[in-house]
């Protein structure tokens, strides 16, 4: 069983930054790749970034490109996601996503609330 523990959410003004940190439990952290999604209520969840096992290939949605850096430190089972010019159409619920084995495992979410 993978547990995804998402943090750093938070309420802040249009141009601010803010990290989110995910911590991974119960899987073998360094060989996945992981992710970070989105959602707004009643939208779809929306691919943000990911990031390679060994941390050396990353991939960004078109609209976050430049502004947000996906990281891992694999020695604390944990990655990151460095947001900066945020902006209010970023308002949104911030997952962590990790498929392993054939299974795909979420975290709970952290709420990022962007005012303009």
């Known amino acids: 069983q993978v547990q995804l523990v998402e943090s750093g959410g938070g309420l802040l003004q249009a141009g601010g930054s803010l990290r989110l940190s995910c911590v991974a439990s119960g899987s073998t952290f360094s060989r996945n790749f992981m992710d970070w999604y989105r959602q707004v209520p009643g939208n779809q969840r929306e691919f943000v970034a990911q990031i390679s096992s060994g941390g050396g290939t990353t991939s960004y949605a078109n609209f976050v490109k430049g502004r947000f850096t996906i990281s891992r430190d694999n020695a604390k089972t944990t990655v990151y996601l460095q947001m900066s010019g945020l902006k209010a159409e970023d308002t949104a619920v911030y997952y962590c996503?990790?498929?392993?084995?054939?299974?795909?495992?979420w975290g709970q979410g952290t709420q990022v609330t962007v005012s303009s």
């Open positions: 996503h990790v498929r392993t084995y054939g299974l795909e495992y």
